[in-house]
């Protein structure tokens, strides 16, 4: 048998300076805690609370609606943000239409047809009252559209298809309830 020998240590060679992150990041480590370490049910509670928070009713529906409110508005900016529906709005909006009177008109009109057992007549001149204004604002609306085409040949933009249903609908709103709100005020050039 050979007598063992003791193999020579490795050099120790100095570690290198701890950059300014590393030695900060060493004091939070080695820092002194806070507080307690919390208990198995506290832990686990907290996991849960983080996971599915426990908030009211009334709280989940407001988040929600919330929620839904801001994915409409922008759905509804990535679909209206097209050259021509941006001067369909500026078009309608520039300018006073009976469109706009159109529903106040229908109500007060529908109202008046419950009179119909008092005043029979006023049913008869309410319903075409209606029809009249109904062909007033289409009439509106046809002037409406040919000038909108002429301006939008002028400017180069196409024609994109459900125009004409936008600017109707846009049309028939009440000014103050127009989505997206309005740009231009009543007769300023756009």
């Known amino acids: 048998m050979t007598p063992r020998t003791k193999k020579a ?10 950059t300014p992150e590393q030695a900060a990041a060493e004091r939070v480590r080695n820092a002194p805690k806070a507080r307690p370490t919390p208990s198995r049910r ?3 509670a907290a996991r849960r609370e983080r996971l599915n928070p426990s908030i009211s009713k009334k709280e989940a529906r407001r988040r929600a609606a919330d929620a ?3 994915t409409r508005i922008a759905q509804m900016a990535a679909r209206d943000n097209t050259p021509a529906k941006t001067l369909m709005r500026d078009h309608v909006d520039a300018r006073f239409s009976l469109g706009q009177l159109l529903l106040p008109a229908l109500l007060v009109i529908v109202m008046s047809t419950f009179l119909g057992s ?3 007549r006023i049913v008869l001149f309410s319903t075409l009252a209606m029809y009249l204004f109904i062909a007033l604002v289409i009439g509106d609306f ?14 180069g933009i196409p024609i994109e298809r459900g125009l004409k249903m936008y600017g109707m609908n846009r049309m028939i709103q009440i000014r103050r309830m127009r989505l997206p709100k309005p740009v231009v005020s009543r007769g300023d050039s756009y």
Not at 9 to 18: L, M, Q, S
């Open 42 to 44: 506290e832990a686990e």
């Open 9 to 18: 240590p490795p050099p120790v060679t100095p570690a290198p300076a701890p």
């Open 118 to 120: 008092i005043f029979p």
């Open 142 to 155: 046809v002037l409406m559209w040919r000038r909108y085409r002429r301006i939008a040949e002028e400017r």
């Open 68 to 70: 839904n409110r801001r």
